[in-house]
């Protein structure tokens, strides 16, 4: 079992839809971060969390320490959303251990 | 503030030669790390320096190899490249501390032939 689940792997919904990824850890974690990948390869810090709610634009990121637990939330989603997001989470390594990713695909 | 820069950002080599591949960190951070995302794959982890050394490795083997300069500036090194080398190659920078933010680049797009 991965020590970070993604759910769900592909999702495409339709311009102006409310997106939600999951994203569950096993193991303990210093923060979570999550991140999104455009096609090329870049990818952009949104969020790192260690409690509660953070919210940027239209994206808000939720994290629940007990359940180990945390979702990416897209409001009134675009076709620029579309990209894979990523979901990590830092360990005492130092290191970040890495979600599958989510392919969202935003359709006009 | 450039934020995190690689390069080059494309590069083709042929199976046995050797790759160097160079970072230089958002402004202010001295930790650097080094990620190798295959094809279709999540981020692995190949390994982190701060303070010009090593601090932490993943499972990667003796061909890759790395150095930190004194200006946080970091290279990945790898030699006798495989055909399984070729990848994504992703730095990444942060502050000191196991929950800072993770700045990355837009990584090196590695093919061997």
């Known amino acids: 079992k991965n020590e970070v689940e993604q759910s769900p792997q592909n999702l495409t919904a339709q311009e102006g839809e409310f997106i939600t990824i999951n994203c569950s850890y096993s193991v303990g974690i210093s923060a979570l971060h999550w991140l999104q990948q455009h096609p090329g390869g870049g990818i952009v810090s949104l969020f790192m969390l260690s409690s509660g709610k953070k919210k940027h634009g239209r994206l808000i990121a939720t994290i629940n320490i007990q359940e180990k637990h945390s979702s990416l939330h897209i409001t009134a989603s675009h076709p620029r959303d579309s990209a894979v997001y990523i979901c990590a989470v830092s360990d005492s390594n130092y290191q970040l251990i890495w979600g599958a990713g989510t392919k969202l695909i935003i359709k006009p | 503030d450039a934020g995190v820069t690689q390069s080059p950002t494309h590069l083709i080599k042929t199976r046995g030669q050797q790759v160097t591949l160079r970072c230089s960190p958002k402004s202010g951070h001295d930790t650097v790390s080094w990620y190798q995302q295959a094809l279709g794959q999540g981020p692995q982890f190949i390994f982190q320096y701060y303070e010009e050394e090593e601090r932490q490795r993943g499972n990667f083997p003796d061909r890759f190899s790395g150095h930190q300069f004194p200006n946080y500036s970091s290279e990945l090194n790898v030699n006798a490249l495989l055909l399984g080398d070729s990848a994504l190659y992703l730095c990444?920078?942060?502050?000191?501390?196991?929950?800072?933010?993770?700045?990355f680049g837009q990584g090196t797009r590695l093919t061997v032939v």
């Open positions: 990444a920078s942060s502050l000191p501390g196991e929950s800072t933010e993770a700045f």
